[in-house]
């Protein structure tokens, strides 16, 4: 019985390395158990979250050439007081580990290394190709894209024979670009890989509670739900537009009269992280509705995305008129009338925009509110609703562009008079 008792405590013990320097509350230690692939720690704030991440980089640098790497969001928050960085220093100045400034990164005795890196931009991914990792950390996933999280699954990796654990852990509170892709796969998910560890500020008894229930008190009551109770459930609707104003459908709009159009957005460089190409197709039927029926996006080159287009508009069809929309200036001039005399035999138009992009999208959100506007179901719906409801705020605004430009496109232009079965 005995044996038993001892076999249990150690079975719920994590494994711990001198340089973790308190011991975990229950949560981080159910955290630090975890052999799933995948584990987010978090929900409110004050929770632990920045500890439980950053004990559990700490569980094998006593490894030989064991490799962790954490990352925020941009330097900046890396550098923030109490952040991860600066609460590695607290933890490991006067340690045996030692610590390069310039390449943000402990050196332990073993030869292993814990890393700080941000991915500000969807090009930062790419920093970290060809590197080696058996632990990674997102703190506050919810500030990334899930391309990124996806991308960096590929530097996970160990020599044959080592048994360390390869490890993807995050960390978060709800709210964010990144909230539904989030909760999708880690609070909605039935992926037994996959493990959330919701925690509260209750969880966490280093903290002022008391103090932080008053700091929390300020904040608008969406906000303060998500921080203080961690529901993911809850959320604002964006200052534009609203997800819940787009009903999904499986079924397209049936009419041979119909009026379709694809209009693009175009990027000039790959590099240009902020800027995509986007192809909206947009249909417009004679009792008044719109339905998006298909959104294609990427970061090509220019050759590249020529092609794309051209592809694009003999799989829509002639009927399909299609749409450029005309940067400013002698260049998007000249670009413009190089894919119209690419595009001959379509019905092609370049279109230089007017007046604000917000001002711009004023017309299609009235319509969504009113429940004239519908998508049908696809991949890319969810992609579009994000980048709908954070606008004019996100990081991107490619597709809410096209979506305007073809939205005013067909409601100035006359229509035919048909009768149409959703």
Same mark, same amino acid.
């Given at each position: 019985?005995?044996?038993?008792?001892?076999?249990?405590?150690?079975?719920?013990?994590?494994?711990?390395?001198?340089?973790?320097?308190?011991?975990?509350?229950?949560?981080?230690? *159910?955290?630090?158990?975890?052999?799933?692939?995948?584990?987010?720690?978090?929900?409110?704030?004050?929770?632990?979250?920045?500890? *439980?991440?950053?004990?559990?980089?700490?569980?094998?640098?006593?490894?030989?050439?064991?490799?962790?790497?954490?990352?925020?969001?941009?330097?900046?928050?890396?550098?923030?007081?109490?952040?991860?960085?600066?609460?590695?220093?607290?933890?490991?100045?006067?340690?045996?580990?030692?610590?390069?400034?310039?390449?943000?990164?402990?050196?332990?005795?073993?030869?292993?290394?814990?890393?700080?890196?941000?991915?500000?931009?969807? *090009?930062?991914?790419?920093?970290?190709?060809?590197?080696?990792?058996?632990?990674?950390?997102?703190?506050?996933?919810?500030?990334?894209?899930?391309?990124?999280?996806?991308?960096?699954?590929?530097?996970?990796?160990?020599? *044959?024979?080592?048994?360390?654990?390869?490890?993807?852990?995050?960390?978060?509170?709800?709210?964010?670009?990144?909230?539904?892709?989030?909760?999708?796969?880690?609070?909605?998910?039935?992926?037994?890989?996959?493990?959330?560890?919701?925690?509260?500020?209750?969880?966490?008894?280093?903290?002022?509670?008391?103090?932080?229930?008053?700091?929390?008190?300020?904040?608008?009551?969406?906000?303060?739900?998500?921080?203080?109770?961690?529901?993911?459930?809850?959320?604002?609707?964006?200052?534009?537009?609203?997800?819940?104003?787009?009903?999904?459908?499986?079924?397209?709009?049936?009419?041979?009269?119909?009026?379709?159009?694809?209009?693009?957005?175009?990027?000039?460089?790959?590099?240009?992280?902020?800027?995509?190409?986007?192809?909206?197709?947009?249909?417009?039927?004679?009792?008044?509705?719109?339905?998006?029926?298909?959104?294609?996006?990427?970061?090509?080159?220019?050759?590249?995305?020529?092609?794309?287009?051209?592809?694009?508009?003999?799989?829509?069809?002639?009927?399909?008129?299609?749409?450029?929309?005309?940067?400013?200036?002698?260049?998007?001039?000249?670009?413009?009338?190089?894919?119209?005399?690419?595009?001959?035999?379509?019905?092609?138009?370049?279109?230089?925009?007017?007046?604000?992009?917000?001002?711009?999208?004023?017309?299609?959100?009235?319509?969504?509110?009113?429940?004239?506007?519908?998508?049908?179901?696809?991949?890319?719906?969810?992609?579009?609703?994000?980048?709908?409801?954070?606008?004019?705020?996100?990081?991107?605004?490619?597709?809410?562009?096209?979506?305007?430009?073809?939205?005013?496109?067909?409601?100035?232009?006359?229509?035919?008079?048909?009768?149409?079965?959703?």
């Amino acid at each position: 019985c005995r044996a038993s008792s001892s076999r249990l405590v150690q079975a719920l013990t994590p494994r711990m390395t001198p340089y973790i320097p308190h011991r975990p509350t229950p949560k981080q230690a *159910a955290f630090l158990l975890l052999p799933s692939d995948e584990a987010l720690f978090g929900g409110s704030a004050g929770g632990g979250k920045t500890d *439980a991440l950053l004990m559990a980089a700490l569980q094998y640098v006593d490894v030989p050439n064991y490799a962790a790497l954490i990352l925020r969001k941009t330097y900046s928050d890396l550098a923030l007081p109490g952040a991860l960085m600066d609460r590695s220093k607290s933890w490991l100045g006067g340690t045996d580990a030692t610590w390069n400034e310039t390449m943000k990164t402990w050196f332990f005795p073993s030869g292993a290394t814990i890393s700080f890196g941000y991915l500000e931009t969807e *090009a930062d991914k790419f920093r970290y190709q060809g590197s080696e990792f058996q632990f990674i950390a997102f703190d506050e996933l919810t500030q990334f894209p899930e391309s990124a999280y996806r991308y960096l699954f590929s530097r996970l990796r160990r020599l *044959a024979g080592v048994e360390i654990p390869l490890r993807m852990r995050a960390a978060s509170n709800p709210g964010g670009i990144g909230h539904d892709w989030v909760k999708s796969h880690f609070i909605d998910a039935k992926d037994s890989g996959r493990v959330f560890i919701p925690s509260r500020l209750n969880d966490n008894p280093f903290l002022d509670q008391e103090q932080y229930l008053r700091s929390l008190e300020h904040l608008d009551p969406v906000t303060r739900q998500q921080l203080l109770e961690g529901d993911w459930s809850a959320r604002s609707g964006g200052s534009i537009f609203r997800r819940e104003w787009f009903p999904v459908t499986d079924h397209p709009p049936m009419a041979p009269s119909i009026r379709r159009v694809r209009a693009w957005d175009l990027a000039a460089s790959i590099r240009v992280e902020a800027k995509r190409t986007a192809g909206l197709k947009l249909s417009k039927t004679s009792d008044g509705f719109f339905m998006v029926e298909h959104v294609l996006y990427g970061r090509w080159t220019p050759g590249d995305r020529d092609r794309v287009i051209l592809e694009t508009a003999k799989a829509d069809g002639r009927s399909c008129a299609v749409l450029i929309e005309q940067e400013p200036g002698s260049g998007g001039v000249a670009q413009t009338q190089a894919l119209v005399k690419q595009l001959a035999g379509f019905n092609v138009q370049g279109i230089r925009p007017t007046g604000d992009k917000v001002v711009r999208a004023g017309p299609v959100a009235s319509q969504a509110q009113a429940g004239n506007v519908r998508l049908l179901q696809g991949p890319w719906v969810g992609p579009f609703l994000d980048e709908l409801e954070a606008f004019p705020h996100g990081a991107t605004s490619d597709m809410v562009d096209a979506l305007s430009l073809g939205f005013n496109y067909l409601h100035m232009a006359p229509q035919p008079r048909v009768t149409v079965v959703w």
